[in-house]
């Protein structure tokens, strides 16, 4: 089955305690992406990366980090988590393929004490 | 960053009825792709319908439908027969290569 895994599903951590939320895509797609939801404010992409090695800022990237190691992966990190980056986040994946959709994992829900 | 604007933040429809969700966007690009994405409280993010920037011809996807002003960049999108299981948050989402941009969402209430 085609899909993209987020864990942990959900996760409350204090100020300032490094964590990663990882996500896998079985598609071997080229992009993935990262995203935050908030209320009224729709989704925000984080980073994105195009391929394996290949990555860059999205519209909101202050106080977080991410990989491309590997194609099927891409981690996000938090290395040093503040309240204001509690949120729900997204992976997603596409193909290259410009009128493919993204496939998005089942969200990460983070609060940030 | 592009701009993708969702006016109307909650709309009620009746069980059975029509209702259109308005968005529209900012873009110099004439090839690009658009999107809606559907939100049930599942959190899960489903793709209704996608729209090719260089096809004249409306998206349908069963009971939803889109309506396509490239030059207006206009993208609204019509359900038709609501049912209870369309109670959703909706996104309309605009897309250059990697750059997926989304409006702040439209949330769908269907009245029985």
């Known amino acids: 089955e085609a899909q993209v895994t987020q864990n942990p599903r959900y996760l409350i951590t204090v100020t300032g305690k490094k964590l990663t939320v990882t996500c896998s895509q079985n598609m071997n797609h080229e992009y993935m992406s990262w995203y935050r939801q908030d209320p009224g404010l729709g989704l925000r992409q984080i980073y994105y990366?195009?391929?394996?090695?290949?990555?860059d800022k999205g519209d909101v990237p202050e106080g977080y980090k991410v990989s491309r190691k590997e194609k099927r992966n891409f981690p996000l990190i938090l290395e040093s988590p503040s309240p204001n980056q509690t949120s729900l986040y997204f992976c997603?994946?596409?193909?290259?393929?410009?009128?493919?959709?993204?496939?998005f994992g089942q969200g990460t829900r983070l609060t940030v004490v | 960053a592009q701009t993708v604007t969702q006016s109307q933040p909650e709309m009620s429809v009746q069980e059975a009825e029509t209702v259109t969700l308005s968005c529209t966007y900012d873009t110099s690009e004439s090839d690009y792709y658009l999107f809606w994405y559907k939100q049930p409280p599942s959190r899960q993010m489903i793709l209704v319908i996608r729209q090719e920037a260089y096809k004249q011809q409306n998206a349908t996807e069963n009971r939803f439908s889109v309506n396509f002003q490239k030059a207006a960049k206009s993208f609204s999108l019509k359900i038709s027969d609501s049912q209870l299981g369309d109670a959703a948050m909706y996104f309309c989402a605009y897309r250059k290569n990697n750059r997926l941009a989304f409006g702040k969402g439209n949330q769908v209430v269907v009245i029985p």
């Open positions: 990366s195009m391929n394996v090695e290949v990555t």
């Open positions: 997603a994946s596409s193909s290259s393929v410009g009128n493919t959709e993204a496939f």
